[in-house]
């Protein structure tokens, strides 16, 4: 019996998270690989909109050459949101309110095979998304939809819910050089 669980097929719930670099250019490189795979992959940002980033005409190349639909990146946010004892932007809530129904919407749908809900444990970590609503949803997916999430402090609700759990650690960066983010590797 052991044998044939370890090969029973079903969609995982992976998180991505950690102080180090890498989050998302991991969930991005699986997203890839699904999409390789003839997969449909959806990829929401929660908090990224205001800057243009190399992965998002990627994104749009690599939808038109496997078919529309295949793999897109939405950009629900307008950026860095104020933390750390300032007031939150009320537009910044609702963009994350209005990311998070669009997240609930597809995960729903049985329309894809691959969610990545980047950035998402920073919108828990800042309070603009309680983290029992979103393991609601997750609980209620299709059974063969993967979902990863992204972002430090991956909430406790979400990790015990998961079914792999990566942490990224930095050992070294180039910003603590004066070398700042490099084109085509940061963003």
Do not use: C
């Amino acid at each position: 019996m052991a044998e044939e669980s370890a090969t029973q097929r079903h969609g995982l719930i992976l998180i991505n998270t950690g102080p180090g670099k890498g989050k998302t250019t991991a969930a991005l490189g699986t997203a890839l690989r699904a999409a390789g795979n003839g997969m449909r992959v959806l990829v929401l940002q929660f908090l990224k909109g205001s800057w243009h980033y190399g992965e998002l005409d990627a994104a749009e190349a690599l939808s038109q050459s496997l078919g529309d639909g295949s793999f897109t990146i939405r950009q629900m946010g307008r950026g860095f949101v104020k933390v750390g004892g300032a007031e939150t932007d009320p537009e910044d809530l609702k963009m994350v309110e209005d990311a998070w129904e669009e997240a609930a919407t597809a995960i729903l749908s049985g329309d894809y095979d691959l969610i990545v809900l980047d950035e998402i444990s920073y919108a828990i970590g800042y309070k603009m998304l309680d983290p029992e609503r979103v393991a609601d949803v997750l609980r209620r997916k299709p059974e063969m939809l993967h979902v990863i999430l992204t972002g430090r402090g991956a909430h406790p609700v979400l990790v015990e819910l998961a079914d792999t759990v990566t942490e990224m650690r930095e050992v070294k960066h180039a910003y603590t050089k004066g070398i700042l983010a490099q084109r085509g590797i940061e963003f």
